[in-house]
């Protein structure tokens, strides 16, 4: 009778052992860390060499670094076949814009306000915008693998600033 006792608790542990890692998704390493994008459309993003950024909460100021780089869009090409899980590839593209981004450790998820400087080359101001801003959590791996950093978004476009 023990020898049956002990067979039911070594099966009954496996099952449970194969229910609990079986099935779900798997969350990945990748992590998303706090902090802004600016997204500078063209044609403004031609006269642009440089940003700066002032970030400000709970009586306190941020100047976090950033560094635009072109941004591109990508472009679809051509199927391998016709099926539903044909090979698809795409290729980037230049869109005349610049993007970056800015890490800004301990950003809230909670109103902040942000001063965004965009110069020329020779150090002159293009544009200067204080704008208010929600940073939003961001889930790198889905809602099911936790929450990321806080993120937010802002967008110049013929010299108005937006958020989003």
Known sequence: MGFLLRSVVVVGVVL?????????????AIGSP??????????????????????????????????????SKSVPMDCEGDEPDAVCGASASPDGGKIGFAQVQGLP????????TLSDA?????????????????FPNGEHC???????????????VTTG
């Open 109 to 116: 998820k909670t109103p902040v306000q942000v001063t965004l």
């Open 34 to 71: 706090s902090g802004l994008t600016v997204d500078v459309r063209a044609p403004d993003a031609s006269r642009i060499a440089s940003a700066s950024l002032r970030v400000c909460w709970d009586g306190a100021c941020h100047e976090p670094r950033i560094e635009l780089r072109a941004s």
């Open 122 to 138: 020779q150090g002159g101001t293009i544009v200067e915008r204080r704008v208010g801003v929600t940073p939003e959590a961001t």
């Open 146 to 160: 936790g929450e990321g950093g806080p993120q937010a978004r802002l967008t110049v476009a013929g010299g108005a």
């Open 16 to 28: 449970a052992l194969a229910a609990c890692g079986g099935g779900g998704p798997e969350c990945t």
